[in-house]
Every structure is written in structure tokens, then in C-alpha cells.
């Protein structure tokens, strides 16, 4: 059964696939998580319901997948340049000025889904938030073994606190979107401070 149920799963070309995520999160910038259904997907990317259900159980399971393949090519995983400022400026560096802004305003709009949505946040939590978090701790650990950070800093478990507030914290506070510019300033300033570790 689990061999069928793959076999079902995996019709879908990744070029499809790609052409369906980009429709839904042009769907989730027009109308919002609340008023996106599964028969919009569907007439948006002349597909069947069935087949929509079949591959992705649902609109939750669909979204967080959707904006997970939105992220900027490469990955934390893809990312090792000897240092901790080095390998942070560097996963700063994946997403352009353009993409971070559509990405602040996506999330923003997301974020209220999450609170009054627990299957939304289910699937966040399963295909983005406890994959990166995992990376993060991978790179992280990297850092700790180079001697750059000490492990019992208590600022380690507050990193992603630290760069998610920094993001998010950017429009509310400055009313601008937040650019690579600010985040690598943000990094220096008080993310590697926080760390022990020097930007010089």
C-alpha cells in the first residue's frame, strides 16, 4: 500500500509541481490563507481537485510546501565557509532585496493563519520550520567546534529568536522592508556579539 500510495504521489512532473506552487502563492498574496481554497488552486492551475488532494492531503500540507519551495536556491546545508560570520552573511546573501520583500509581506499575512489554524502550523512546523532549525544547529554546532562559540553560551538558544525578530521587526519598527544591507548590519551588530564571536 505505502508502495501505491507513492506511485500516486509522484505523477506530477517538477516542473508541475513548480508551476502549482507558484500559483498558490500568488493565490496567498491576493486573497489570504482564509479565503484560499482548494477549488481556486485547482481552477488557477487547471487541475482536478482529486489530483490536488491526492498529492497534497490538503490546503495546509499544500501552502507549507509551496513556500518552502518559494525558498531562495541552496540551503543551509549547502553553506560552510569556515566561520560563523561568513556562513550567516552567506545565508543572508541567498535571497535578493525583491525576494525578501515579498517574503516579509507573505509572511506577515501567514503568521495570523498560523495562530487560528493548527493544521497550518502543523505543517509549518514539519516542512520548514523543524528542517531549518535542524541546519541552523548544524551550523551552529560547526561554530562550537571551531572554538568560535562557546557551547554553554546562552545566547545559542535565542539565535533564531535573534534573526526571525530581526526580519519580521524591520517593517513594524522602520516601516521598510528588510534588505540585505540591514540584515548583514543586524548580524554584525548583534547577533555575533551576542555569540562571543569578533566581526573583525
Same mark, same amino acid.
Request: with cysteine.
Given at each position: ?24 502563492? &500568488? ?69 535578493? &532585496? ?103
Amino acid at each position: 500500500m505505502a508502495e501505491v500510495a507513492t506511485a500516486r504521489r509522484s505523477r506530477i512532473t517538477p516542473e508541475r509541481e513548480a508551476e502549482l506552487y507558484e500559483a498558490v502563492l &500568488d493565490l496567498l498574496r491576493e486573497v489570504g490563507y482564509d479565503a484560499l481554497t482548494m477549488d481556486a488552486v485547482a481552477a488557477r492551475t487547471r487541475s482536478s481537485k482529486a489530483t490536488l488532494y491526492r498529492q497534497w492531503g490538503g490546503k495546509a500540507e499544500l501552502v507549507a510546501k509551496a513556500v518552502r519551495h518559494d525558498k531562495p536556491g541552496g540551503s543551509l546545508s549547502d553553506i560552510d565557509t569556515g566561520s560563523l560570520r561568513g556562513d550567516l552573511h552567506a545565508l543572508t546573501m541567498l535571497s535578493d &532585496d525583491c525576494k525578501m520583500e515579498q517574503n516579509s509581506a507573505l509572511m506577515r499575512g501567514l503568521a495570523m493563519a498560523i495562530h487560528s489554524n493548527p493544521d497550518l502550523l502543523s505543517a509549518f512546523r514539519e516542512h520548514i520550520i523543524e528542517p531549518e532549525l535542524l541546519e541552523l544547529q548544524r551550523l551552529l554546532q560547526r561554530a562550537i567546534d571551531r572554538g568560535e562559540v562557546r557551547a554553554d553560551n546562552p545566547a545559542l538558544d535565542y539565535m533564531v529568536h535573534m534573526m526571525i525578530g530581526a526580519f519580521a521587526a524591520r517593517t513594524l519598527i522602520d516601516e521598510q522592508p528588510p534588505t540585505q544591507v540591514f540584515l548583514l548590519s543586524y548580524i554584525d551588530a548583534v547577533v555575533l556579539p551576542a555569540l562571543g564571536v569578533p566581526t573583525l
